[in-house]
């Protein structure tokens, strides 16, 4: 007792399908690409935005110097004095870690050694 398949629709198509009879459009072949500004256009007119990363300008000036400073201090501020202290550093053309320096050796004379 063997059950039978249903048909799915295809099986007239299939048999009638000649591949030599079929033959690919001869006026285009693998070759025929089209030029990256035509791309480009067509991809404007759709509205397509492109997924690469935008190239990002440094929101900053770039502080990385060889000094032999090599032990991090990480702490807490408020961001108006770590901008104030950033502003600083730019202002003199000083590393974050120069600028602590300075800032240190002012606090010391104003306040000793302690």
Known sequence: MTKERASLGFGDELDEFDPTEWNPDPTKTANDKPKAADTKAAADAAGFQSREPAKAKPATQQRRRRTGRNVQLNMKARQDTIDA??????????????????????????????
Do not use: N, P, R
Request: a negative charge.
């Open 85 to 114: 202290y950033v502003a600083i550093a730019d202002g003199q053309g000083w590393g974050l870690g120069e600028t602590l320096e300075h800032a240190v050796t002012l606090l010391q004379e104003k306040y000793g050694k302690g």
